[in-house]
């Protein structure tokens, strides 16, 4: 192999290749070819993996070799991108508690108080009272105060109305029921071995004499109302002054009141309605005084 006449004669030293420089040349020349060959090799077995795995179209196009210009072929990979993530789903939410004592479940409507029992025997007006205020009259005491049962119950999806209320004019009475959501109320607690029973509030109350149940029906979210109780004070909530959460007889000021009215003096209506003791847990007992939709509007139950 000569260099005579080449620039690179002109430009450096006068020197014929020896032949170990002749032997370099043809080991990097191996060289060369084995580095294209394992190239070629890793770029289609690169291409078989991704091919295998993602769905790859693949062509082919004929590209120049060490040898010739024709007689090699490589592999062109064309890899489809992958579809962007989808954001991550906002969780839905199943429980709220905004205050102590108090559970809210919007998608079934249903509200938990923790409470506790106060009266086992006796008369009643109230099924549920604020504590200090009718517990001689009362089968529970809720922990929460009246206006947040009555904030927990929107945030529950129930409509606030009216309280029921009675009037008696021109020597007649007239009996106004009260409107809203209608309710089913129920009360759930564990005995001392551990059983969990939940059932209706009407099941703890009976007629004095001992032979009637109470009557099967709604109770309705009437909502109290708001009074200014002295010029230049701000609004009141009724609720929360009387106590009145859940009402048996009809005050006119309860959360919660029984659809049918029934008059808070004994002239208009005689006094009927007792604590079934035998059906209850004893005074003390922890329990959840539940409030939920009435059969006919969800499946809560009556």
């Not at 291409?47 to 790859?56: M, Q």
């Not at 938990?112 to 007006?125: K, S, T």
């Not at 999806?157 to 004019?169: D, F, I, L, N, Q």
């Not at 029973?197 to 703890?204: G, L, Q, V």
């Amino acid at each position: 192999m000569s260099f005579t006449g080449s620039r690179f004669q002109r430009r450096h030293t006068r020197v014929q290749p020896t032949r170990r420089a002749r032997d370099t040349r043809g080991v990097t020349l191996a060289a060369s070819f084995l580095i294209w060959f394992v190239a070629a090799f890793v770029a289609a077995s690169v291409a078989a993996s991704v091919a295998g795995c993602r769905g790859v179209v693949a062509s082919t196009v004929p590209v120049a070799s060490p040898a010739t210009k024709d007689s090699a072929q490589v592999t062109r990979v064309s890899v489809t991108p992958p579809a962007p993530a989808s954001p991550p789903a906002t969780p839905r939410v199943t429980t709220l508690t905004p205050f102590p004592g108090v559970r809210v479940h919007p998608r079934t409507g249903v509200v938990e108080l923790a409470a506790i029992v106060c009266l086992d025997a006796g008369w009643l007006e109230q099924v549920a009272c604020s504590a200090g205020t009718r517990e001689h009259e009362s089968l529970l005491v809720p922990r929460a105060a009246p206006s947040q049962i009555h904030a927990a119950l929107l945030l529950a999806g129930h409509e606030p109305g009216a309280p029921g209320r009675w009037t008696y004019e021109n020597d007649q009475y007239a009996f106004h029921p009260p409107t809203g959501s209608k309710l089913a109320v129920r009360v759930r607690y564990r005995t001392p071995g551990g059983l969990e029973i939940e059932t209706p509030i009407r099941s703890w109350i009976r007629d004095h004499q001992g032979r009637r149940d109470f009557p099967l029906a709604p109770w309705v979210f009437g909502g109290s109302e708001m009074v200014q109780i002295a010029e230049g004070e701000p609004e009141r909530y009724v609720a929360d002054l009387s106590g009145s959460v859940v009402g048996l007889v009809t005050f006119g000021d309860e959360v919660v009141g029984f659809s049918r009215v029934l008059a808070d003096e004994a002239a208009v209506h005689a006094p009927e309605w007792e604590a079934r003791g035998e059906a209850m847990p004893p005074p003390g007992t922890e329990v959840s005084l539940i409030l939920g939709p009435w059969p006919d509007q969800g499946s809560l139950g009556q």
